[in-house]
């Protein structure tokens, strides 16, 4: 299972992806990514064993628009107070909200 930026088609394993989370709106599980190769940003929607791939529409009241879909087995995400913590595997990661 591989990822791809949106930017500039870099592949990800769940494992990267973790890691380069850099910000979360635990309310509507988003999380936004910076990719390591091209340095822009996507936004993703993470859930049990679910990545979406997409963007924030700007308009009043930003609304999550899907481009691309992933199923990652054995993914668990769950709120932490006002964090968003992601697990996969081994790895853990506990992304601060906006
Ligand atoms: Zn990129």
């Known amino acids: 299972m591989?990822?791809?930026c949106r930017h500039c088609q870099a592949v990800f394993?769940?494992?990267?992806l973790l890691e380069n989370c850099t910000q979360s709106?635990?309310?509507?599980?988003?999380?936004y990514f910076v990719c390591p190769e091209c340095h822009k940003g996507m936004n993703l929607?993470?859930?049990?064993?679910?990545?979406?791939v997409g963007f924030l529409d700007g308009g009043p009241g930003s609304s999550f628009i899907y481009e691309r879909?992933?199923?990652?087995?054995?993914?668990?995400?769950?709120r932490e107070g006002n964090?968003?913590?992601?697990?996969?595997?081994?790895?853990?990661r506990r992304i601060p909200s906006k």
């Open 2 to 4: 591989k990822l791809f």
């Open 13 to 16: 394993s769940p494992e990267e």
């Open 25 to 31: 709106w635990p309310d509507q599980h988003w999380v």
């Open 45 to 52: 929607e993470v859930k049990n064993e679910f990545v979406f």
């Open 69 to 78: 879909g992933y199923t990652i087995e054995g993914l668990r995400v769950e």
């Open 83 to 92: 964090d968003l913590t992601i697990h996969y595997g081994s790895h853990t």
